[in-house]
């Protein structure tokens, strides 16, 4: 058997701030750990990652959330650059890549895929139909 990790479905995203801002060089920051769960063929993998994010008093919570998040998409991407990595090929297919997102991401996460840079930002969220 094969694992294609570009089959794994995101069922979980999670970004967890510690309780107070710390003092840095650069100001001051708030540590989060951003953990994403998937499943792949019967497995959970899942990568966590920490990450500093600035401390803004006027940012809420959701907004700190969202900060951590790219953040960590920043430093994978760094860190795949650094190690010689490049995007992965796409496998052909007929459906867009924002369209195998969208149906993939569940309503509890929509946005998560424009916050981690996967989709292009759109001023509101795609209406889905229902399946019955």
Not at 88 to 99: G, V
Not at 103 to 130: D, S
């Amino acid at each position: 058997m094969v694992l294609k990790p570009s089959t794994a479905k995101v069922v979980d995203l999670d970004a967890a701030l510690d309780a107070a801002p710390v003092e840095s060089t650069e100001g001051p920051i708030i540590w989060a750990t951003v953990t994403i769960t998937y499943t792949l063929a019967g497995h959970s993998p899942a990568v966590s990652i920490r990450v500093p994010v600035p401390w803004r008093d006027s940012e809420s919570p959701n907004q700190r959330r969202a900060q951590a998040l790219r953040c960590a998409r920043q430093l994978i991407e760094h860190a795949c650059r650094a190690a010689g990595v490049g995007p992965q090929d796409a496998e052909p297919d007929t459906d867009t890549m924002d369209d195998v997102i969208e149906a993939i991401t569940p309503t509890a996460l929509q946005g998560v895929a424009q916050e981690l840079g996967l989709t292009k930002p759109t001023t509101r969220p795609k209406t889905r139909t229902r399946q019955t």
